[in-house]
């Protein structure tokens, strides 16, 4: 049976709601941020440090009660899938939105004409920010990572792995079962599939095979037959050259066949997995193909597998092929053209996505191209340290990318103080109600300021009236300091691109909401 409210009533449970969502995440903004703890239906309490634990799970039993906080929850989730940072900002930044406009409705103003009071300023958003802008290089890359990491070990590892694979390289975090965290580098090309056979392992203790100056078959179709690859085994054979294929599929004959070669020592040859599934396999393949210059056998092509000699598989270096991955290095024949073209390719997809899944198949691909890749190994001592960890050094990571990609504007919530001073400004000309509301986004951007003083236990107005009196967006409090200090010498700055997608995202979820004036909500 539907449950039916509206007006007045729907509105102060539109505010209520909006208000429990901010209650439980904003005590753990900022450096002075507290945590959360998340009881979990049938594993341990999680305790959270930041809002991301919080949203995954925050669902109200009232229906009603839920309205405003799926919206908002959705809203943050979706910042923090997309640039890694900025969920709790938008949670508060929506509910100081709803808040005020709620009141001013109940007063009488019209909630359209105030939403699109709200929509003139958002056009202007993005310009007045770039008025803000400082470019990010190499002297802001140490400070900048070290604040946005919170936690000198975080900081540590994310700016060694910047420094060695660059801001747009492959950086890879994964689960340690030591409780130290550790940081390794993989040279030349890295992926996860390894050998297609362990009948294929030169070394049955270690489950590996070595090669040593191997020329790589790449093929992207199913070797059915041993005639299919005849010539390329006699040419390898003649030659003494020793022959890795990576291949989609095999048939059991054929690997049978070569298997008992290569134990009788008649060929050195060694059959790998192709990395991924579907079309991320062909990508991968392609990136494959361009790094170490052999031609990649598929449909596409036009090429059959049985016309072509040794001369399609270009010569690598060294090869070492594992149980579950596989690492190539020396690429003598790559195709740099090529590998920039696609690794352009692969970035763009990248920024367009918020995906995990296929951001996960984008970073093998990227890893590929880039030839060189860092993995942090993460450790702790129990599980949900780990957990938290884990999230710490990829919203770091995904930070430091979108900064290098758009550039800084201040932080300590700075930018978004400033933005609203001069948006405030713009706002003057505006008819009576739209400036109504494009006056409530001005205040409700004071909002994180406020939320990082009470978290820090330091009277709100008092820093407010700091920042108003230095005139400098790039002059700003220090909360771990209690001082006024250039937020440029501190590192303390966020990602442009980040700062935007924030207002925007908060605004549109808060004033979607005023607009609100029925519901019908179905009984749990």
Not at 124 to 143: K, N, T, Y
Not at 344 to 372: V, W, Y
């Amino acid at each position: 049976m539907a449950n039916i409210i509206y007006g007045q009533e729907l509105r102060k449970k539109l505010q209520d709601s909006a208000d429990q969502i901010d209650r439980l995440t904003a005590p753990n903004f900022g450096p002075e941020g507290r945590r959360s703890i998340c009881e979990q239906e049938y594993d341990l309490p999680v305790i959270a440090n930041s809002g991301r634990k919080v949203l995954e799970d925050f669902c109200l039993y009232d229906r009603g009660d839920n309205i405003a906080a799926a919206s908002i929850r959705d809203a943050g989730k979706k910042i923090a899938d997309q640039y890694g940072d900025g969920n709790m900002t938008t949670v508060i930044l929506a509910d100081a939105l709803v808040r005020s406009g709620i009141k001013l409705i109940t007063a009488g103003y019209d909630p359209m004409r105030m939403r699109k009071g709200i929509h003139r300023m958002l056009s202007l958003a993005g310009s007045v920010l770039d008025e803000m802008v400082i470019p990010f290089d190499d002297e802001l890359l140490e400070r900048f990572v070290m604040v946005s990491g919170k936690e000198e070990e975080v900081g540590k590892y994310v700016l060694e792995a910047c420094r060695q694979v660059g801001t747009d390289g492959v950086v890879t975090v994964q689960d340690s079962q030591r409780k130290d965290t550790a940081l390794r580098f993989w040279n030349g090309a890295r992926y996860d599939c390894g050998l297609f056979s362990l009948a294929f392992a030169q070394d049955k203790e270690k489950k590996h095979s070595v090669l040593q100056n191997p020329r790589v078959l790449l093929s992207n179709i199913k070797i059915q037959s041993f005639s299919e690859i005849r010539k390329i085994l006699e040419d390898a054979g003649r030659t003494k050259t020793p022959l890795l294929i990576i291949t989609y599929d095999m048939s059991e004959d054929v690997q049978a066949l070569l298997a008992a070669n290569a134990n009788r020592k008649t060929l050195q040859v060694v059959v790998a997995k192709a990395p991924g599934f579907g079309d991320s396999r062909r990508r991968n393949m392609l990136a494959l193909a361009a790094k170490t210059g052999s031609v990649l056998i598929d449909e596409n092509t036009g090429l059959k597998l049985e016309d072509c000699g040794l001369d399609i598989c270009a010569p690598v270096r060294y090869a070492k092929i594992e149980k579950e991955n596989t690492v190539l290095q020396g690429f003598s024949m790559s195709a740099p053209e090529l590998v920039d073209k696609l690794r352009k390719h692969t970035c763009a997809c990248l920024a367009e996505t918020t995906d995990a899944d296929e951001r996960e198949k984008l970073q093998t691909t990227l890893s590929i191209l880039n030839g060189k890749t860092a993995e942090i190994q993460v450790g702790a001592a129990v599980e949900y340290e780990m957990f938290e960890k884990k999230y710490l050094y990829e919203n770091t990571l995904r930070t430091v990318r979108n900064a290098a990609n758009s550039n800084l504007v201040p932080g300590a919530g700075n930018a978004f103080f400033w933005l609203g001073q001069k948006l405030r400004n713009k706002a003057n000309d505006l008819p009576d109600a739209e400036k109504t509301g494009a006056f409530c986004l001005c205040d409700a951007l004071e909002a994180l300021i406020r939320q990082l003083s009470e978290n820090a236990g330091i009277s709100a107005g008092n820093v407010l009236e700091l920042v108003r009196q230095e005139g400098d967006p790039y002059r700003g409090y220090d909360i771990r300091t209690h001082q006024i200090v250039d937020l440029r010498e501190k590192g303390i700055l966020m990602p442009r691109d980040t700062a935007e997608a924030i207002v925007k995202t908060a605004a549109e979820t808060a004033a979607s909401l005023w607009t609100v004036e029925a519901a019908v909500l179905a009984d749990r």
